[in-house]
């Protein structure tokens, strides 16, 4: 299995543009993450879906932010306008199961995407 | 919140010697995990302690947990150069895990 496969590694764009981060999980997994990573901040959850059902959303920071799953094996994450305070790494991860049934709560990281808002 | 924190904030030894990580958390956990990421990279996981459990053991890794102090340690032991990474404490709940900002450690050969 290539593991959490996320696109694009690094992108650049300018204040307003929309930005679209990608994510496949890992077969078999039925629950994704989104999180962001910055030097203030730490990793922040924005959002979780299980079965495709988005769970938790209060992490996503504001309403130009936005993230789908429109399959079991695919999500993306959307801003719109993009901002300078957006540049981040973001990140997915994906996890097995549901922990209350197997009692752990192990994910499993893409390698992140690099965004840089000019 | 459930957030770690993890102390120190920068660790800088030398191969071979042991490195020791610590974690704080605030309320109740089912279990705390910590992960790894080497710079550029996504994170990866390294171990779980449950909530039950006071110690536990993978390799050269070593983990407590004290959950009457809330806190957690990460014993890394004969260091490498190839352990140098940023590492995090992770408390779960039962659907999500929230991360510290992580421990840098640096081990110069």
């Known amino acids: 299995d290539a593991g959490v496969i996320q696109s694009p590694r690094h992108e650049v764009t300018e204040m307003g543009q929309e930005v679209t981060l990608r994510c496949k999980l890992i077969?078999?997994?039925?629950?994704l993450f989104w999180y962001r990573q910055t030097m203030m901040r730490g990793l922040e959850l924005l959002i979780y879906?299980?079965?495709?059902?988005?769970?938790?959303d209060s992490g996503m920071p504001e309403d130009r932010f936005s993230a789908k799953m429109p399959n079991a094996s695919f999500s993306t994450l959307k801003i719109q306008p993009s901002e300078p305070r957006d540049s981040a790494v973001y990140f997915c991860a994906s996890r097995p199961g549901d922990p209350r049934v197997s009692g752990a709560n192990v994910l499993t990281f893409g390698a992140g995407s690099r965004l840089t808002v000019l | 919140s459930q957030q770690g924190e993890e102390d120190p904030q920068a660790l800088s030894i030398q191969e071979g010697e042991n490195a020791t990580m610590n974690c704080s958390y605030k309320t109740s956990i089912n279990n705390l995990q910590w992960y790894r990421q080497n710079s550029g990279r996504g994170l990866v996981h390294l171990i779980l302690?449950?909530?039950?459990?006071r110690e536990k053991h993978s390799g050269r890794l070593r983990v407590t947990l004290d959950t009457s102090k809330k806190s957690s340690s990460l014993l890394i032991t004969a260091s490498r150069a190839a352990d140098t990474a940023s590492y995090f404490c992770?408390?779960?709940?039962?659907?999500?895990?929230?991360f510290g900002k992580g421990t840098m450690l640096l081990v110069s050969p």
């Open positions: 077969s078999g997994h039925n629950s």
């Open positions: 992770a408390t779960s709940g039962y659907s999500t895990l929230t």
């Open positions: 302690i449950r909530s039950n459990e």
């Open positions: 879906f299980n079965n495709n059902v988005p769970i938790d």
